[in-house]
């Protein structure tokens, strides 16, 4: 089992600047790929959009909407892997989660965080 446990986000004006992070139970080393989703309100846990991945190799990919905007990057020392969040908007209010996806026996396995709350006022 993975325990992941987010921590950052709250209340920024749009404009303003957010960083989530998320510790990670197992080594980074062993990922296939680490995420961050958001979920807004009337979505299904299925509907979660990805915002940011970034690979065991370190190859990132981002949503159109995070683009020029959102960087996630890792910290394997501390088995941690974070999302910066620049210039927010209003339709960046959401729920923040983030996903780890390993490798558990023959098996992919995805893992989550509880969630961080993030709202822009306008």
């Known amino acids: 089992q993975v325990q992941l446990v987010q921590s950052g986000g709250g209340l920024a004006q749009a404009g303003g600047s957010l960083r989530l992070s998320c510790a990670v139970s197992?080594?980074?080393?062993?990922?296939?790929?680490l995420g961050w989703y958001r979920q807004t309100p009337g979505q299904e846990r299925e509907q979660r959009e990805a915002v940011a991945t970034i690979t065991n190799g370190g190859r990132t990919n981002y949503a159109d909407s995070a683009k020029g905007r959102f960087t996630i990057s890792r910290d394997d020392a501390k088995r941690t892997v974070y999302l910066q969040m620049n210039d927010l908007r209003p339709e960046d209010t959401a729920v923040y989660y983030c996903k780890a996806i390993y490798l558990v026996d023959v098996d992919m396995r995805a893992f989550w965080g509880q969630g961080t709350r993030v709202t822009i006022s306008s």
């Open positions: 197992r080594s980074l080393r062993e990922i296939i790929t």
